[in-house]
């Protein structure tokens, strides 16, 4: 079973651009959750989606926003990029999204923001 | 709101050896879930250890365990038999199964396993 990817890997913007991050959850997991990690701030949760719904989110601005399509491929956007978004957004599959099964973890996408 | 704190930034340990980390967390739910994950430098996170809080039996993953001390918030992993392929970054997780905040990290414990 292929594991959770996320595209691109790495990506540089400059202040003031939009970005869009892709995350391909594992098959028939329903639940994808974003992360963003950065040295300062560790490991903080952004939203997760369940079935195409947002059920879930951390305490970010309404900048960073997100959706998820029918086969629970999920994309995160953040706009007016600001230098201190620079980071590794980690987004994880799971199949309840409840705690009671496992959440998998993709390999990242380095953000710079230049 | 819930916290997680790790208190230790870098541990080390001999191969073989023994190495306990640390997780405190402060929440007033009654419901929730730990974690313990670990990231390699190569970063992909995994899992290596979940509690469930409403059940009192610690749980065991081959070499990691757990002392999950529910009254005192505090939720430390052992690893024995320490081999190197542990060195990692070990996060400690809270989770509460809805609404804000559902994740919450401890800031990490750098592991280094030593041979």
């Known amino acids: 079973k292929a594991g959770v990817t996320q595209t691109p890997r790495y990506l540089i913007k400059t202040r003031g651009q939009q970005v869009t991050l892709s995350c391909s959850p594992i098959?028939?997991?329903?639940?994808v959750s974003w992360y963003q990690q950065t040295p300062g701030q560790g490991l903080q949760f952004l939203f997760e989606?369940?079935?195409?719904?947002?059920?879930n989110k951390g305490n970010f601005p309404g900048r960073f926003s997100g959706r998820q399509f029918s086969n629970s491929r999920s994309e995160m956007n953040v706009s007016t990029l600001e230098l201190g978004d620079s980071a590794l957004y980690l987004c994880?599959?799971?199949?309840?999204?409840?705690?009671?099964?496992?959440?998998?973890f993709g390999p990242g996408t380095r953000l710079t923001v230049l | 709101a819930q916290t997680v704190t790790q208190s230790q930034p870098e541990m080390s340990v001999q191969e073989a050896e023994t190495v306990t980390l640390s997780c405190t967390y402060d929440?007033?739910?009654?419901?929730?879930?730990l974690f313990w994950y670990k990231q390699p430098p190569s970063r992909q996170m995994i899992l290596v250890i979940r509690?469930?809080?409403?059940?009192?039996q610690n749980a065991t993953e081959n070499r990691f365990s757990v002392n999950f001390q529910k009254a005192a918030k505090s939720f430390s992993l052992k690893i024995s038999d320490s081999q190197l392929g542990d060195t990692a970054m070990y996060f400690c997780?809270?989770?509460?199964?809805?609404?804000?905040?559902?994740?919450?990290f401890g800031t990490g414990t750098r592991l280094k396993v030593l041979a």
């Open positions: 994880a599959s799971s199949w309840s999204g409840t705690g009671r099964d496992e959440q998998f």
């Open positions: 098959s028939g997991h329903r639940s």
């Open positions: 989606y369940f079935s195409e719904t947002q059920r």
């Open positions: 929440t007033s739910e009654n419901n929730y879930y």
């Open positions: 509690q469930e809080a409403y059940k009192q």
């Open positions: 997780a809270f989770m509460k199964p809805s609404g804000t905040y559902k994740y919450i």
